[in-house]
Nanobody, 121 residues
Framework: QVQLVESGGGLVQPGGSLRLSCAAS????????MGWYRQAPGKQRESVAS???????NYADSVKGRFTISRDNAKRMVYLQMNSLKPEDTADYYC???????????????WGQGTQVAVSS
C-alpha cells in the first residue's frame, strides 16, 4: 500500500558528497516523521537522521555537521545530503517513513529497499 523508493547511492572517494533521495507513494493520508537509517556489514541498523513533518531534524552524533536531511511534503520526498564522507559511512542506507494511510487509522512505519553507499579510495 505504501512504497518507499531510494536512489542516489554509489561509490565515492573519502571527502566526497552524495545526495540520497526517497520517494513515498501509494495510499497515503499523511506522512509524519521521515528518516534515514544505515546498516554496515556485520553491524546493527542505526538511525542517521530524522525529520518531522514540520521540518525539525535530528542527527546521529557521527554525522552532525556533515549530513543534512530535508523533505518536500508536497512531493512526498525526503533527502539526505552527505558531505565530507568517510569510509566508516559505508553502509546500506534505508529510508523510513511513518505513514497514516487513512484518517483515524494509527500511523505505521514503512521501509525502503535500501541503497548502497561505499566510501573508498
Amino acid at each position: 500500500q505504501v512504497q518507499l523508493v531510494e536512489s542516489g547511492g554509489g561509490l565515492v572517494q573519502p571527502g566526497g558528497s552524495l545526495r540520497l533521495s526517497c520517494a513515498a507513494s501509494g495510499t497515503i493520508f499523511s506522512i509524519n516523521a521521515m528518516g534515514w537509517y544505515r546498516q554496515a556489514p556485520g553491524k546493527q541498523r542505526e538511525s542517521v537522521a530524522s525529520i518531522t513533518s514540520g521540518g525539525s531534524a535530528n542527527y546521529a552524533d557521527s554525522v552532525k555537521g556533515r549530513f543534512t536531511i530535508s523533505r518536500d511534503n508536497a512531493k512526498r520526498m525526503v533527502y539526505l545530503q552527505m558531505n565530507s564522507l568517510k569510509p566508516e559511512d559505508t553502509a546500506d542506507y534505508y529510508c523510513n517513513a511513518v505513514v497514516q494511510i487513512i484518517r483515524d487509522i494509527r500511523p505505521l512505519a514503512y521501509w525502503g529497499q535500501g541503497t548502497q553507499v561505499a566510501v573508498s579510495s
